[in-house]
């Protein structure tokens, strides 16, 4: 099989006042799960606040889902004017669970959004277009159904270093599996919009492994046809170090080879790296 090519847009394509006229009475939501983000969580805050809520109303409820951080996440969003939300808080009748995708898929149950935009919250540069982006395809084509983003992300200056997960495991997992989906620049890109009428026919895993496998889950239920990217430009975050990333590889080969026949074992897999506490995956 092929790739197939998707449709890509670029940030600098959509001009604000014919998004802001394309609306048509549909809400929409900027959700942002975080963990101990407090040093950006409230500039990618207040920046929506101030270009896409208060000088423009594009956007109807910013909502930051705080995954049990330890330092001052939830102080900084709240201050900036996010509405604040615990994980834990959301839906406790489904039991207890965490990581990011607990925290999207609890975002979703509590926004009133039909269309959603995520966005990390650890963006050192977060710009409007961000968001602006992402609603472009959505509110000006209306078979677009779900929009992913992606960016040129910088290691210490140099370009198109960063993304080590996605070139060492994703993408060649992608080539493997779902080759029709390898025109995606950043299929681990924690930056995407969707209609929830389709964002709630798809399952949200709860770990890392939750931006690919809703990549793959909602090609399969929507087809590329109604999926769109979009170049947001550079993106500059917090570069993880491997001890931090290992997880992340391990959880995201869980995710894909879980969509595929291969066999894989019922227990949770523990991820052991010399001189280091085991981590799970």
């Known amino acids: 099989m092929t790739s197939l090519a998707v449709r890509t847009f670029a940030v600098d394509d959509f001009d604000l006042d014919a998004l802001l006229a394309a609306r048509r009475g549909q809400a929409i939501s900027v ?19 101030r270009e896409l809520v208060e000088r423009v109303p594009l956007v109807d409820e910013v909502l930051v889902i705080d995954d049990g951080s330890t330092d001052d996440t939830a102080l900084r969003a709240r201050e900036a004017g996010a509405v604040v ?40 540069d977060f710009e409007a277009g961000f ?6 395809p959505l509110l000006l084509h209306d078979s677009i159904d779900f929009v992913k983003g992606f960016y040129d992300r910088p290691i210490e200056g140099s370009a198109d270093q960063g993304g080590r997960v996605t070139e060492l495991v994703a993408r060649p997992l992608v080539a493997l599996f ?37 990549l793959i889950d909602l090609a399969a239920e929507a087809g590329l046809d109604a999926m769109a990217q979009v170049d947001l430009g550079k993106r500059v975050h917090r570069n993880r170090p491997l001890d931090e ?7 995201i080969l869980r995710s894909v080879l879980a969509r595929t026949d291969v066999p894989l074992p019922l227990w949770p897999s523990v991820l052991v790296r010399p001189g280091a506490p085991p981590r799970h995956g």
């Open 31 to 49: 959700c942002i799960p975080a963990r101990n983000e407090g040093s950006t969580v409230g500039h990618v805050v207040r920046t929506i606040m």
């Open 131 to 136: 968001v602006t982006g992402l609603l472009g």
């Open 178 to 214: 779902f080759p029709h989906l390898a025109s995606y620049v950043q299929p681990l890109a924690g930056e995407y919009a969707g209609r929830r009428s389709l964002l709630e026919q798809v399952p949200f895993e709860q770990g890392y492994g939750v931006d690919l496998g809703l």
């Open 245 to 251: 990333l290992s997880p992340q590889a391990l959880a």
């Open 85 to 124: 939300l615990g994980a834990n808080d959301i839906l406790p009748e489904c039991g207890p669970g965490t990581g990011k995708g607990e925290a999207l898929w609890k975002s979703l149950a509590a926004c009133d959004g039909d269309l959603i935009v995520w966005c990390d919250g650890d963006i050192r």
